[in-house]
T-cell receptor, first 111, second 118 residues
């Protein structure tokens, strides 16, 4: 069965600084990977997804992620964080059409 | 495109009553919908999968008689929490899936419904 690990429970970053959120997956076949963002009390918004092709994926809100098969990773990055990026971030992998989510990483942005 | 709505966004009910939550795909037809449950500060846990016109498939440990799911049309799925108890208080999120089972398409999520059972 597929699974996702997000090693960082909470990250605090200064506004304007860069951000990297880690995601490691476990899946026997070629993974289909997603990053979602959830603001407090809200549903999930898709930031980006990787199905195949270019391993560097561009998403919305200035986010990008890089798929590295050798490391079983799909880390999310943003060069310059804005205060509005404070939220919960979930990495997910699809297996048998079901999404399996990581535990999530809470991002706090300080002024 | 691909907007999913949920109604209500927040509901408070007394213990023992039943609550129905609606999930609608507004601008596309959803052949498959998913229902998730999320406890505070935790990730989403899949409860069940419903395909239009057929019975829902429940994940292990989810009581199908307590969480009734109906997917009567390509744009509407409902989750009914029957005889709700305080431990059922949670954030319920639906997602809609445009592809067929086995197709690795993208799920679009609703904004969630917060259920509080007194």
């Amino acid at each position: 069965a597929q699974s996702v690990t997000q090693p960082d429970i909470h990250i605090t970053v200064s506004e304007g600084a860069s951000l990297e959120l880690r995601c490691n997956y476990s899946y026997g076949a070629t993974p289909y990977l997603f990053w979602y963002v959830q603001s407090p009390g809200q549903g999930l918004q898709l930031l980006l997804k990787y199905f195949s092709g270019d391993t560097l994926v561009q998403g919305i809100k200035g986010f990008e992620a890089e798929f590295k098969r050798s490391q079983s990773s799909f880390n999310l990055r943003k060069p310059s964080v804005h205060w509005s990026d404070a939220a919960e971030y979930f990495c997910a992998v699809v297996g048998d059409y079901k999404l399996s989510f990581g535990a999530g990483t809470t991002v706090t942005v300080r002024a | 495109g691909a907007v999913v709505s949920q109604h209500p966004s927040w509901v408070i009910c007394k213990s023992g009553t039943s609550v129905k939550i609606e999930c609608r795909s507004l601008d596309f037809q959803a052949t498959t919908m998913f229902w998730y449950r999320q406890f505070p500060k935790q990730s989403l846990m899949l409860m069940a999968t419903s395909n239009e016109g057929s019975k829902a498939t429940y994940e292990q440990g989810v009581e199908k008689d307590k969480f009734l799911i109906n997917h009567a049309s390509l744009t509407l799925s409902t989750l009914t929490v029957t005889s709700a108890h305080p431990e059922d208080s949670s954030f319920y999120i639906c997602s809609a899936f445009t592809g067929r089972t086995g197709s690795k398409d993208t799920q679009y999520f609703g904004p969630g419904t917060r259920l509080t059972v007194l």
